[in-house]
Protein backbone atom coordinates (compact mmCIF):
# COMPACT_ATOMS: atom_id res chain seq x y z
CA UNK A 1 0.00 0.00 0.00
CA UNK A 2 0.87 3.83 -0.70
CA UNK A 3 3.00 5.06 2.38
CA UNK A 4 1.20 8.50 3.93
CA UNK A 5 2.07 11.64 2.37
CA UNK A 6 5.29 12.94 1.39
CA UNK A 7 8.27 11.32 -1.03
CA UNK A 8 8.28 8.63 -3.31
CA UNK A 9 5.52 5.93 -2.99
CA UNK A 10 7.21 2.80 -2.19
CA UNK A 11 6.40 -0.72 -3.15
CA UNK A 12 8.05 -4.16 -2.39
CA UNK A 13 8.07 -6.55 -5.17
CA UNK A 14 8.86 -10.29 -4.39
CA UNK A 15 10.61 -12.64 -7.26
CA UNK A 16 11.23 -16.23 -6.18
CA UNK A 17 13.82 -15.43 -3.78
CA UNK A 18 14.92 -12.45 -5.22
CA UNK A 19 13.48 -8.94 -3.69
CA UNK A 20 12.92 -5.92 -6.53
CA UNK A 21 12.84 -2.77 -4.73
CA UNK A 22 10.94 -0.13 -6.96
CA UNK A 23 9.72 3.57 -6.04
CA UNK A 24 7.48 5.95 -7.97
CA UNK A 25 7.64 9.38 -7.81
CA UNK A 26 7.41 13.06 -9.90
CA UNK A 27 10.44 13.65 -11.64
CA UNK A 28 9.31 16.73 -13.48
CA UNK A 29 6.31 19.38 -12.80
CA UNK A 30 5.24 22.44 -14.98
CA UNK A 31 1.80 23.72 -14.75
CA UNK A 32 -0.17 26.63 -15.95
CA UNK A 33 -2.34 28.71 -13.57
CA UNK A 34 -5.64 30.40 -13.50
CA UNK A 35 -4.76 32.48 -11.09
CA UNK A 36 -2.68 35.83 -12.84
CA UNK A 37 -1.01 37.92 -9.27
CA UNK A 38 2.44 36.30 -9.06
CA UNK A 39 2.21 37.28 -5.63
CA UNK A 40 -0.54 34.91 -4.60
CA UNK A 41 1.02 32.07 -6.64
CA UNK A 42 4.28 32.49 -4.34
CA UNK A 43 2.44 32.89 -1.60
CA UNK A 44 0.35 29.73 -2.13
CA UNK A 45 3.47 27.37 -2.75
CA UNK A 46 4.95 28.90 0.33
CA UNK A 47 2.20 27.99 2.51
CA UNK A 48 2.24 24.48 1.54
CA UNK A 49 6.20 23.89 1.40
CA UNK A 50 7.69 26.91 3.48
CA UNK A 51 11.08 28.39 2.21
CA UNK A 52 10.67 31.73 0.92
CA UNK A 53 11.83 32.89 -3.00
CA UNK A 54 14.65 34.88 -4.58
CA UNK A 55 14.34 38.59 -5.74
CA UNK A 56 12.81 38.61 -9.04
CA UNK A 57 15.31 37.84 -12.03
CA UNK A 58 14.79 39.12 -15.87
CA UNK A 59 15.10 35.79 -17.33
CA UNK A 60 12.46 34.35 -18.87
CA UNK A 61 10.49 31.76 -20.29
CA UNK A 62 7.50 30.09 -21.79
CA UNK A 63 6.36 33.58 -22.98
CA UNK A 64 6.54 35.47 -19.86
CA UNK A 65 9.74 37.78 -19.05
CA UNK A 66 10.46 36.97 -15.49
CA UNK A 67 11.31 34.59 -12.59
CA UNK A 68 11.30 33.99 -8.95
CA UNK A 69 13.06 31.01 -7.34
CA UNK A 70 11.67 28.93 -4.66
CA UNK A 71 14.00 27.19 -2.08
CA UNK A 72 13.16 23.85 -3.20
CA UNK A 73 14.25 25.08 -7.20
CA UNK A 74 10.93 25.34 -8.49
CA UNK A 75 10.61 28.28 -10.70
CA UNK A 76 7.83 30.84 -11.32
CA UNK A 77 7.93 32.40 -14.40
CA UNK A 78 5.88 35.82 -14.92
CA UNK A 79 5.58 38.79 -16.11
CA UNK A 80 4.24 38.97 -19.67
CA UNK A 81 1.92 41.96 -20.90
CA UNK A 82 0.72 39.84 -23.53
CA UNK A 83 -3.38 39.17 -22.43
CA UNK A 84 -4.32 35.93 -22.02
CA UNK A 85 -0.60 34.54 -20.91
CA UNK A 86 -0.52 32.68 -17.94
CA UNK A 87 1.93 32.49 -14.62
CA UNK A 88 4.00 28.98 -15.67
CA UNK A 89 4.97 27.19 -12.76
CA UNK A 90 8.36 24.92 -13.04
CA UNK A 91 9.44 22.13 -11.24
CA UNK A 92 12.50 20.31 -12.47
CA UNK A 93 13.81 16.86 -11.02
CA UNK A 94 15.99 18.29 -8.61
CA UNK A 95 12.87 20.30 -6.86
CA UNK A 96 11.09 17.07 -7.43
CA UNK A 97 13.20 15.36 -4.88
CA UNK A 98 12.48 17.97 -2.21
CA UNK A 99 9.13 18.08 -2.14
CA UNK A 100 7.10 15.57 -1.41
CA UNK A 101 4.70 14.52 -4.68
CA UNK A 102 1.40 15.42 -2.36
CA UNK A 103 2.63 19.17 -1.99
CA UNK A 104 3.57 19.75 -6.04
CA UNK A 105 -0.06 18.46 -6.78
CA UNK A 106 -1.56 20.82 -3.86
CA UNK A 107 0.47 23.86 -5.64
CA UNK A 108 -1.24 23.27 -8.78
CA UNK A 109 -4.72 22.82 -6.96
CA UNK A 110 -4.65 25.43 -4.81
CA UNK A 111 -4.17 28.18 -8.54
CA UNK A 112 -6.19 25.86 -10.41
CA UNK A 113 -3.12 24.61 -12.40
CA UNK A 114 -3.08 22.54 -15.88
CA UNK A 115 0.30 20.57 -15.75
CA UNK A 116 1.47 20.81 -19.34
CA UNK A 117 4.54 18.41 -18.52
CA UNK A 118 4.29 15.73 -15.75
CA UNK A 119 7.49 13.37 -15.74
CA UNK A 120 6.47 9.95 -13.66
CA UNK A 121 9.70 8.25 -12.59
CA UNK A 122 9.86 4.49 -11.37
CA UNK A 123 13.16 3.30 -9.89
CA UNK A 124 14.19 -0.11 -10.25
CA UNK A 125 16.40 -2.28 -7.52
CA UNK A 126 19.21 -4.42 -7.42
CA UNK A 127 21.53 -1.73 -9.17
CA UNK A 128 23.75 -4.50 -10.17
CA UNK A 129 21.07 -5.30 -12.63
CA UNK A 130 20.26 -1.95 -14.18
CA UNK A 131 22.83 -2.25 -16.92
CA UNK A 132 21.67 -5.38 -18.22
CA UNK A 133 17.69 -4.85 -17.59
CA UNK A 134 18.36 -1.74 -19.81
CA UNK A 135 20.01 -3.21 -22.57
CA UNK A 136 17.34 -6.58 -22.86
CA UNK A 137 15.02 -3.73 -23.07
CA UNK A 138 17.02 -2.11 -25.60
CA UNK A 139 17.17 -5.63 -27.47
CA UNK A 140 13.63 -6.33 -27.45
CA UNK A 141 12.21 -3.30 -28.60
CA UNK A 142 14.66 -3.55 -31.58
CA UNK A 143 13.30 -6.88 -32.43
CA UNK A 144 9.64 -5.69 -32.40
CA UNK A 145 8.88 -7.89 -29.27
CA UNK A 146 7.14 -5.43 -27.15
CA UNK A 147 3.43 -4.73 -26.94
CA UNK A 148 3.53 -1.39 -28.70
CA UNK A 149 2.65 0.91 -31.21
CA UNK A 150 6.21 2.91 -31.07
CA UNK A 151 7.94 1.71 -34.22
CA UNK A 152 11.10 -0.43 -32.97
CA UNK A 153 13.35 2.05 -35.02
CA UNK A 154 12.38 4.94 -32.65
CA UNK A 155 15.23 3.84 -30.12
CA UNK A 156 17.90 5.92 -29.24
CA UNK A 157 20.87 4.97 -27.07
CA UNK A 158 23.40 6.67 -25.70
CA UNK A 159 26.43 5.61 -23.43
CA UNK A 160 28.72 7.84 -21.65
CA UNK A 161 31.98 6.88 -19.75
CA UNK A 162 32.56 9.18 -17.62
CA UNK A 163 33.29 8.81 -13.86
CA UNK A 164 29.55 8.50 -12.96
CA UNK A 165 28.23 8.34 -16.52
CA UNK A 166 25.89 5.86 -18.03
CA UNK A 167 23.91 4.50 -20.67
CA UNK A 168 20.24 6.40 -21.29
CA UNK A 169 17.92 5.15 -23.89
CA UNK A 170 15.34 6.53 -25.69
CA UNK A 171 12.05 4.64 -26.55
CA UNK A 172 9.41 6.55 -28.78
CA UNK A 173 9.52 10.38 -30.29
CA UNK A 174 10.35 12.99 -27.91
CA UNK A 175 8.01 15.41 -30.21
CA UNK A 176 5.13 12.80 -29.13
CA UNK A 177 2.31 13.16 -26.21
CA UNK A 178 4.61 10.97 -23.91
CA UNK A 179 7.99 8.74 -24.36
CA UNK A 180 9.68 6.77 -21.94
CA UNK A 181 13.41 6.74 -20.94
CA UNK A 182 15.66 4.18 -19.10
CA UNK A 183 19.30 5.09 -17.67
CA UNK A 184 21.05 3.77 -14.94
CA UNK A 185 23.73 6.47 -14.15
CA UNK A 186 21.84 7.17 -10.85
CA UNK A 187 22.94 3.64 -9.38
CA UNK A 188 19.60 1.53 -9.77
CA UNK A 189 17.32 1.44 -13.71
CA UNK A 190 15.24 4.30 -13.74
CA UNK A 191 12.43 4.08 -16.19
CA UNK A 192 11.08 7.79 -16.36
CA UNK A 193 7.67 8.46 -19.41
CA UNK A 194 7.55 12.15 -20.04
CA UNK A 195 4.10 13.46 -20.01
CA UNK A 196 2.69 16.21 -21.88
CA UNK A 197 -1.00 15.94 -21.32
CA UNK A 198 -3.77 17.31 -23.97
CA UNK A 199 -5.18 20.17 -23.02
CA UNK A 200 -8.63 18.79 -22.60
CA UNK A 201 -6.96 16.15 -20.17
CA UNK A 202 -4.77 19.10 -18.27
CA UNK A 203 -7.12 19.96 -15.65
CA UNK A 204 -7.96 16.21 -14.76
CA UNK A 205 -4.37 15.81 -13.92
CA UNK A 206 -4.06 16.64 -10.82
CA UNK A 207 -6.94 14.70 -9.59
CA UNK A 208 -5.37 11.92 -11.16
CA UNK A 209 -2.25 12.34 -8.91
CA UNK A 210 -3.85 13.06 -5.66
CA UNK A 211 -6.29 10.05 -6.11
CA UNK A 212 -4.06 7.55 -7.68
CA UNK A 213 -0.75 8.81 -6.72
CA UNK A 214 2.91 8.93 -9.36
CA UNK A 215 2.59 5.18 -9.16
CA UNK A 216 -0.99 4.25 -10.31
CA UNK A 217 -0.61 7.36 -13.26
CA UNK A 218 2.91 5.62 -14.18
CA UNK A 219 1.19 2.21 -14.80
CA UNK A 220 -1.69 3.92 -17.16
CA UNK A 221 1.38 5.44 -19.08
CA UNK A 222 3.34 2.18 -19.07
CA UNK A 223 0.91 0.04 -21.11
CA UNK A 224 2.02 1.83 -24.05
CA UNK A 225 4.76 -0.16 -23.75
CA UNK A 226 5.30 -3.60 -22.86
CA UNK A 227 8.29 -5.32 -22.54
CA UNK A 228 7.99 -9.08 -22.05
CA UNK A 229 9.94 -9.89 -19.46
CA UNK A 230 8.97 -10.30 -15.82
CA UNK A 231 10.80 -7.98 -13.79
CA UNK A 232 8.60 -4.95 -16.23
CA UNK A 233 5.40 -6.92 -15.73
CA UNK A 234 6.22 -6.55 -12.17
CA UNK A 235 6.98 -2.94 -12.06
CA UNK A 236 3.71 -2.01 -13.55
CA UNK A 237 1.39 -4.13 -12.15
CA UNK A 238 2.71 -4.12 -8.56
CA UNK A 239 0.29 -4.36 -6.33
CA UNK A 240 -3.16 -4.01 -8.00
CA UNK A 241 -5.61 -3.72 -4.90
CA UNK A 242 -4.41 -0.49 -4.18
CA UNK A 243 -5.48 0.79 -7.23
CA UNK A 244 -8.88 -0.89 -7.99
CA UNK A 245 -11.25 0.29 -5.19
CA UNK A 246 -14.85 -0.08 -5.62
CA UNK A 247 -15.32 3.16 -4.56
CA UNK A 248 -16.53 6.22 -7.30
CA UNK A 249 -14.53 7.33 -9.32
CA UNK A 250 -13.96 11.08 -9.42
CA UNK A 251 -11.33 12.99 -11.92
CA UNK A 252 -8.90 10.80 -13.84
CA UNK A 253 -6.69 10.72 -16.44
CA UNK A 254 -9.42 11.32 -18.71
CA UNK A 255 -13.47 11.24 -19.55
CA UNK A 256 -12.71 7.76 -21.65
CA UNK A 257 -11.16 5.74 -18.32
CA UNK A 258 -13.81 6.54 -16.67
CA UNK A 259 -16.39 5.42 -19.02
CA UNK A 260 -14.22 2.15 -19.48
CA UNK A 261 -14.66 1.70 -15.61
CA UNK A 262 -18.40 2.38 -15.85
CA UNK A 263 -18.61 0.01 -18.86
CA UNK A 264 -16.71 -3.15 -18.04
CA UNK A 265 -15.77 -2.83 -14.35
CA UNK A 266 -13.21 -2.81 -11.82
CA UNK A 267 -11.70 -5.83 -12.80
CA UNK A 268 -11.12 -5.22 -16.91
CA UNK A 269 -9.77 -1.83 -14.89
CA UNK A 270 -7.47 -3.91 -13.45
CA UNK A 271 -6.49 -6.03 -16.29
CA UNK A 272 -5.35 -2.19 -17.77
CA UNK A 273 -3.36 -1.99 -14.61
CA UNK A 274 -1.37 -5.35 -15.47
CA UNK A 275 -0.07 -4.14 -19.13
CA UNK A 276 -3.34 -5.26 -20.96
CA UNK A 277 -3.59 -2.39 -23.59
CA UNK A 278 -6.62 -0.57 -23.77
CA UNK A 279 -7.40 -1.21 -27.15
CA UNK A 280 -7.56 -4.78 -26.17
CA UNK A 281 -9.90 -3.66 -23.22
CA UNK A 282 -12.20 -1.42 -25.08
CA UNK A 283 -13.30 -4.35 -27.00
CA UNK A 284 -14.75 -6.39 -24.59
CA UNK A 285 -18.63 -6.94 -24.42
CA UNK A 286 -20.40 -4.06 -22.92
CA UNK A 287 -21.85 -6.60 -20.15
CA UNK A 288 -20.52 -9.64 -18.70
CA UNK A 289 -21.65 -12.48 -17.37
CA UNK A 290 -21.31 -13.65 -14.32
CA UNK A 291 -19.11 -16.84 -15.02
CA UNK A 292 -16.77 -14.07 -17.21
CA UNK A 293 -16.80 -11.77 -13.81
CA UNK A 294 -15.47 -15.03 -12.03
CA UNK A 295 -12.97 -15.94 -14.21
CA UNK A 296 -11.75 -12.09 -14.63
CA UNK A 297 -11.52 -11.87 -10.93
CA UNK A 298 -9.40 -14.86 -10.97
CA UNK A 299 -6.93 -13.31 -13.54
CA UNK A 300 -6.30 -10.16 -11.45
CA UNK A 301 -5.82 -12.67 -8.06
CA UNK A 302 -3.44 -14.87 -9.97
CA UNK A 303 -1.79 -11.89 -11.42
CA UNK A 304 -0.54 -10.45 -8.16
CA UNK A 305 2.60 -12.82 -7.48
CA UNK A 306 3.48 -11.61 -10.74
CA UNK A 307 4.46 -15.00 -12.22
CA UNK A 308 1.82 -14.90 -14.94
CA UNK A 309 1.95 -15.83 -18.58
CA UNK A 310 1.01 -12.57 -20.33
CA UNK A 311 -0.21 -14.65 -23.49
CA UNK A 312 -1.95 -17.20 -21.77
CA UNK A 313 -4.04 -14.16 -20.40
CA UNK A 314 -4.59 -12.94 -23.85
CA UNK A 315 -6.02 -16.08 -24.83
CA UNK A 316 -8.15 -16.07 -21.71
CA UNK A 317 -9.27 -12.95 -23.05
CA UNK A 318 -10.50 -13.75 -26.54
CA UNK A 319 -12.38 -16.55 -25.66
CA UNK A 320 -14.16 -13.95 -23.16
CA UNK A 321 -15.26 -12.23 -26.51
CA UNK A 322 -16.67 -15.35 -28.38
Known amino acids: MFLEPGGLSYRRCVI ?20 EDVEQVADSIVSVSGGGFSTAESRG ?8 V ?8 FGSKREGQPIVVDVPGEACE ?28 PASLARSRLLEARRMFRRGACDTRMPSTSCEFMQDDKPGGGCT ?12 RMYDR ?31 VWRQLAARCIWPVPWYHQVIAGEVADLVRPASVGSDLSGYVDALMAQHGVNLYALSLLGFTMEDVAKQPARMTAEQQQRYRRWCRDA ?12 EVKRCRR
Do not use: I
Open 16 to 35: ASCVMDVTFGLHWYRFTTAV
Open 61 to 68: AYNQPHRL
Open 70 to 77: HDSGAAVY
Open 98 to 125: RVPDCELVTWSCNVEGRPSRVDLAADVE
Open 169 to 180: CYFGSRASDAFL
Open 186 to 216: RGPLRLEWQWKPARELREHVPGALARYGPAG
Open 304 to 315: KPLGYDPTKLKR
